[in-house]
């Protein structure tokens, strides 16, 4: 009833459907081994970060979400080496958008690894390295 009031009655199927799952006897055994994966990969994305990133930016290990952010060891305009990343495959928020005030370059970006296996995890941060290591020796 406080989701009709908040916007007028959504899709009463899928209000059925969320029901179902938040009574379902198997929900606690779905959160746990989703919590577990996500552990995993979070993990496995820490070490590769280590492998890759060492000396080029700093991060610290999230205690929860699905995202690291990383500070690099310079302050570049994090948003110029987006096309680049794309055009090999490999995708990051630039960390610019999430600050209030515009000071131009800020060195930060937040990757997500709740999506990539570990092979694209391993491909993905070894690319986005490398375009890092270029950017911050030409500048």
Partial sequence: RLKQAADLHSNRVSQWLVLDQLRSPQRAARLEQLVETYRYKRNLFDDDLTHHFTG?????????????????????????????????GVAFMPGEPFFAVDQGARGAL?????????AQIERGLE?????????????
């Avoid at 290990?61 to 060891?73: D, I, R, T, V, Y």
């Avoid at 937040?110 to 570990?118: E, G, I, P, Q, V």
């Fill in 56 to 88: 080029l930016a700093q991060w610290r290990q999230p205690p929860g979400g699905l995202f690291f952010w990383l500070e690099l060891a310079q302050k570049i305009d994090t948003r110029s080496l987006l096309p680049a990343a794309i055009e090999q």
């Fill in 110 to 118: 937040r990757l997500n690894f709740s999506h990539a296996d570990a």
């Fill in 127 to 139: 690319i986005l390295a490398g375009l890092m290591s270029d950017r911050l020796a030409i500048e």
